[in-house]
């Protein structure tokens, strides 16, 4: 059976490993700091021979380790105990349990759900990896590009589309995507809203991204979707309706941070575009993760206090729940269970490797 035991890391987070339940309830939550611990239990892609690269998601389960590769167009089932590769699922190509483009892993209730974005559409196994069904997601109205951003507990799906064109004139822009609610079927069932997706420069010849840019990312955790910008420190939290449910603050008042001049040169120049359209300060945030069932929002890379890494956890309903923090730099949270995390550990060569730590309560 699938299971992903986030009320035992929300526990770990609120009282602490070390803590008794008493003392936990009279501090502020907010205080509730932990750390991950700098020892893996394990880690996975340091064997030449059995190397990682393009990893995209992970869910841990109560037995397993499972993480979503792009490169291999695979899942690949690991025992949580030891990292010893178990099996692996999928393979390149397009027929049904096949992958193009593995963009998305979710466990929701005891199946696992995967978004491949060139083939568009959802594939839905059991928790070992056994293929149920498939599904097409089509996008809607005049709509041409159509994306899912994660499934809900009912396994339906929140799905976002957008209209791609090229621009006459170079322009730095946004596009308009439409959020919507599709059924377990991949049917179109309700609209939510639009919002505006990440800064890109757009011209007649080429599209690009480039650095300390604006960017969004829709994350489903549980019954709720977040919206999170990382140049704007409020977080707007969503029913799976569309209705505005919570605005979730930032742990501590946050202050944009002006680029270096080293960082605004390190900005590559773009036909047609003056240097004030650039970017002139810092993101607040880096790319969030559902993981164990709250949201794990990353402070911006380098910009941690005290170095490191850090990400300010919300509990599915909004709540915040506290801090995590790490002495090391290149590191993402892919996943969360009980008390441990996967982390994603890129070094300056892009090499990855993915390591199960645990999270303890910082003295």
């Known amino acids: 059976m699938l299971r992903n035991f986030p009320g035992g890391l929300l526990i770990a987070l609120q009282i602490g490993c070390l803590g008794d339940a008493q003392s936990a309830a009279a501090a502020p939550r907010q205080q509730r700091d932990m750390r991950i611990d700098e020892t893996p239990l394990f880690t996975i892609g340091d064997d030449p021979d059995e190397g990682l690269y393009d990893v995209t998601g992970a869910v841990l389960t109560s037995d397993a380790l499972i993480l979503a590769e792009r490169s291999t167009h695979s899942l690949r089932f690991y025992n949580r105990e030891t990292g010893q590769l178990l099996h692996t699922v999928g393979q390149q190509g397009e027929g049904p349990g096949d992958y193009q483009s593995l963009d998305l892993l979710q466990a929701a209730g005891d199946r696992l759900f995967t978004f491949d974005g060139r083939n568009i559409r959802v594939t839905i196994r059991d928790g070992a990896g056994n293929l149920?069904?498939?599904?097409?997601?089509?996008?809607?109205?005049?709509?041409?590009?159509?994306?899912?951003?994660?499934?809900?507990?009912?396994?339906?799906?929140?799905?976002?589309?957008?209209?791609?064109?090229?621009?006459?004139?170079?322009?730095?822009?946004?596009?308009?995507?439409?959020?919507?609610?599709?059924?377990?079927?991949?049917?179109?069932?309700?609209?939510?809203?639009?919002?505006?997706?990440?800064?890109?420069?757009?011209?007649?010849?080429?599209?690009?991204?480039?650095?300390?840019?604006?960017?969004?990312?829709?994350?489903?955790?549980?019954d709720r979707y977040h919206i999170v910008d990382n140049k704007d420190p409020v977080i707007r939290g969503f029913d799976a309706t569309g209705e505005l449910v919570d605005e979730l603050q930032p742990h501590m008042p946050l202050e944009p941070r002006r680029i270096t001049r080293a960082g605004r040169d390190s900005i590559p120049e773009m036909e047609g575009i003056d240097d004030d359209d650039l970017p002139r300060f810092y993101p607040f945030f880096g790319r969030p993760r559902m993981a164990g069932g709250m949201l794990w929002v990353p402070d911006y890379e380098g910009l941690a206090p005290g170095g490191?890494?850090?990400?300010?956890?919300?509990?599915?309903?909004?709540?915040?729940?506290?801090?995590?923090?790490?002495?090391?730099?290149?590191?993402?949270?892919?996943?969360?269970?009980?008390?441990?995390?996967?982390?994603?550990?890129?070094?300056?060569?892009?090499?990855?490797?993915?390591q199960l730590r645990r999270i303890i309560e910082r003295p």
């Not at 159509?146 to 957008?162: K, N, Q, R, T, W």
């Not at 800064?199 to 650095?211: C, G, K, L, Q, T």
């Not at 919300?314 to 002495?327: H, I, M, N, P």
């Open 132 to 222: 149920e069904r498939t599904v097409r997601v089509q996008p809607w109205g005049d709509y041409n590009a159509v994306h899912v951003d994660g499934f809900f507990p009912d396994g339906s799906m929140l799905a976002e589309a957008h209209s791609f064109r090229w621009e006459q004139a170079p322009m730095i822009r946004r596009f308009e995507h439409e959020l919507a609610r599709n059924d377990p079927d991949g049917t179109f069932a309700e609209r939510l809203g639009t919002y505006l997706s990440y800064e890109h420069y757009a011209s007649s010849e080429r599209m690009n991204i480039y650095p300390y840019r604006r960017e969004v990312w829709v994350v489903v955790v549980g």
């Open 308 to 354: 490191g890494s850090a990400w300010t956890v919300y509990s599915g309903e909004g709540e915040l729940v506290g801090r995590v923090t790490s002495s090391e730099v290149g590191i993402e949270v892919l996943a969360a269970a009980d008390d441990v995390v996967a982390l994603l550990v890129t070094d300056e060569l892009e090499v990855e490797i993915v």
